[in-house]
């Protein structure tokens, strides 16, 4: 009986303690986010960025910012998620799912229909994707090798052959995609608009061009002037320049400064 009564007792302890154990920051946000209290939420995932930068909490600053339907910041965040963790597929979903939401639509020139394919099928999958491919393919190639050395049948060779030799392009393709993508994530020199802004042709006040950017477009900074100016290249490879306070560059700061 008093074994029972002590068993409950250190049960309600136990339980009360953890009740009364204090939320971290990220926590907080979490618990936030869950009671559609979005605000608050962002403010505390901004607040834990600061202590302790992590593609996650980025990546939940992404969907905190698209649920505000403030379109620049989530994709800032989702872009800063990638920056840090080129392999998480749901920030590259729910970057994709913003973009379709986005003002700007951009038509690259002056590429081919190869290039385009290539570029098109390379962006079908995540880095981790190609790297899960070229890892099966591999498999396959070790395997059709072994089948080749040890078949009698001419037949059989030749199948090998003709099969390995074709998964072995799989391979070095599905290599060579995987290695484009994340070179083009750690080399990032992206920036991404977060309101509407006026560009220039040339880095002068009064040198305006037709182009308006909005919220959310990506642009790749080519070069930077006098700590001012950015100049940078769009989606469709015109060239402009912009003041730099009217963008936010994704690579804020060192990976080997975060905790993953």
């Not at 996650?56 to 840090?84: H, I, M, P």
């Not at 790749?220 to 015109?238: G, N, S, T, Y």
Request: charged share 25%.
């Amino acid at each position: 009986m008093y074994q029972r009564i002590l068993i409950l007792l250190l049960l309600g302890i136990i339980s009360a303690t953890i009740t009364a154990w204090p939320l971290s920051v990220k926590e907080q946000g979490d618990r936030a986010y869950q009671k559609k209290e979005y605000d608050r939420a962002a403010e505390l995932y901004e607040q834990q960025l600061k202590e302790n930068p992590s593609a996650d909490v980025y990546y939940n600053l992404g969907n905190t910012y698209f649920r505000l339907k403030q379109w620049g910041k989530s994709v800032l965040n989702y872009e800063r998620a990638l920056y840090l963790e080129p392999n998480h597929e749901d920030a590259q979903c729910n970057l994709s799912i913003v973009n379709r939401r986005l003002i700007d639509r951009f038509t690259p020139r002056g590429k081919t229909f190869l290039t385009k394919w290539i570029t098109t099928t390379m962006n079908a999958k995540s880095i981790k994707g190609w790297v899960d491919i070229s890892f099966s393919c591999l498999l396959f190639v070790i395997g059709f090798i072994i089948l080749f050395r040890n078949s009698v049948s001419s037949f059989w060779r030749k199948s090998a052959f003709v099969g390995g030799a074709f998964v072995f392009v799989g391979f070095l393709l599905s290599s060579f995609f995987a290695f484009i993508l994340r070179n083009q994530y750690e080399n990032n020199n992206r920036a991404v608009v977060i309101a509407e802004v006026k560009t220039f042709s040339n880095p002068t006040e009064k040198s305006f061009s037709d182009i308006v950017l909005h919220e959310g477009t990506t642009v790749e900074i080519v070069e930077r002037l006098q700590d001012i100016w950015l100049c940078a290249k769009l989606p469709d490879d015109k060239i402009v320049w912009l003041k730099k306070e009217s963008i936010e560059e994704v690579a804020v700061l060192s990976k080997s400064k975060c905790n993953k």
